[in-house]
């Protein structure tokens, strides 16, 4: 997955989720999770796997 295919994931699940509650259940700082979204740093591949959790979290009723 590229970079700002990582970005756009990031934006859309902090969308979905909030920023605040996303960095939490990525165990990062909201200005951690900013600079992964700007493109100042990369989103490691290691945090994909996490972040599939919190969308599939994310996608049963009642659970947002």
């Given at each position: 997955m590229?970079?700002?295919d990582k970005q756009d994931l990031l934006r859309r699940s902090?969308?979905?989720v909030g920023k605040t509650r996303l960095a939490e259940r990525l165990r990062i700082s909201e200005a951690r999770l900013e600079a992964w979204m700007r493109g100042d740093s990369t989103m490691p591949d290691g945090q994909l796997l996490r972040l599939a959790e919190i969308l599939a979290d994310a996608s049963?009723?009642?659970t947002r």
């Open positions: 590229n970079k700002t902090a969308d979905l049963r009723p009642g």
